[in-house]
């Protein structure tokens, strides 16, 4: 198909995610990616090739079209693409989930596959409210999360998300009215502390579940706190009978330097949440982990189920791809690569902090963030990235880059000098 045709069908047709319909900008159109390259199916700003700087949302750590991944689909499209969940399983899914419960924190035991990140949450909302109505608590059904979070796009993980200028504020007097306090400071503060002690435990007889996302607050803002506060909450929730949930969705899979965020501070959840880099960016799966005494909780109520059931769930192709993912960051010395990109984006980044009109820029393990003082002006810094030779998808007032682990030096400063150009656009 003529590029022209392709992009006015697009705009016909498509709903982008985030957008207006019809679209108002034109997208690139990609051809194919391979390494951390995405081919252009048209030259843009006189580039027909993009160094990736996002990962496809985090996702794609191993980068594109990787021959260990593509032989493990391939591998399983021989034997068999899906079979339903109910009543049948088999052995991608089972291992998967074995695997998942040997690399996450003690005591996450089982484990609820599903399609996206979103549904994960849905999932662990739902267990977390299900055990305390089964365990004759019924009136604990809310939840308590800090400002600046993100959980995803469906109406229970809309709910706990930044509820301030985020993507979802125009549903403030329709989502179900949850706790917030204020976002967590960078450092460690102890009148912090004592906020979120005092808030968990003035609400603790509504309270099912806290909700955050550790270390790393993603889509909500690209902020990041001290690990001390996880322990913090761990010890709140401990105190009041209160779940302890992590959506690990983009911390998960070594993105901050520890394979899991929550290692970082040595915290158990009550249930985690994993998605985004799980199938290292090939098939759409989430899971949902939780601890023997979240299940043994649910199975004492009067409905002993989980009433949850996605069509896809389990599917044989995003496991054994997810399996392989996970086994192959695991031969890898993958932490010493993020060290390395986390070196690599403080010393590339470190210039851009002198520009006029930038705030702030941090690095939290593969991720590099700059902060302007205003909306980023995203069709201006969006061409300058690309004029760079650089995909970068800024957001509000920041542009911001989490490449692939597999991302070379070389290939790292030049992103670094795409954001530095997107910066300076924007
Ligand atoms: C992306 C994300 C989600 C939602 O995942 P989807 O697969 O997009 O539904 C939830 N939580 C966090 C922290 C995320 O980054």
Known sequence: MRNDELLALDR?????????????????????????????????????????????????????????????????????????????THEPAVRLAARL?????????HVFLSDSG???????????????RSVGRPGKQRLLTWRGGYHGDTWQPMSVCDPEGGMHELWSGV??????????????????????????????????????EPVVQGAGGMRFHDPAYLKVLREACDAHDVLLVFDEIATGFGRTGTLFAADQAGVSPDVMCVGKALTGGYLSMAATLCTSRVADGISQGEVPVLAHGPTFMGNPLASAVA??????????????????????????????????????????GAI??????????????????????????????????????VTGDEDLARICAGVHAAAAAG
């Open 323 to 364: 399996l392989a993912s996970i086994d192959l960051l695991l031969s890898r010395d993958w932490a010493v690569d993020v060290k390395r990109i986390e070196a690599g984006l403080r010393d590339g980044l470190a210039p851009v902090a002198d520009l006029p009109g930038v705030k702030d820029v941090r690095v939290c």
């Open 175 to 212: 989502l179900q009215r949850q706790v917030f306090v204020d976002a967590p400071p960078v450092a460690y503060e102890e009148s912090y502390a004592e906020l979120l002690r005092t808030e968990i435990a003035r609400h603790a007889d509504e309270l099912a579940a806290v909700i955050v």
């Open 101 to 109: 419960v040997e690399i996450t924190p003690e005591p996450l035991r």
């Open 12 to 88: 016909a047709h498509v709903w982008h995610p985030y957008g207006p319909m019809p679209g108002r900008t034109d997208p690139l159109v990609v051809a194919s990616a391979s390494g951390v390259r995405l081919r252009l199916a048209e030259a843009a700003e006189g580039r027909d090739e993009l160094i990736d700087g996002m990962s496809s949302w985090w996702s794609a750590i191993h980068g594109y079209n990787h021959p260990v991944l593509n032989e493990a689909v391939r591998g399983q499209l021989d034997r068999m693409s899906h079979v339903m969940f109910g009543g049948l």
């Open 368 to 405: 590099g963030v700059v902060q302007l003082d205003h909306d980023v002006d995203m069709a201006a810094a969006t061409r300058a990235a690309v004029r760079a030779g650089v995909w970068l998808r800024p957001f509000r007032d920041l542009i911001y880059t989490m490449p692939p682990f």
């Open 118 to 132: 979103s549904v994960a949450v849905e999932v662990a909302v739902k267990m977390c409210l299900q055990h305390w």
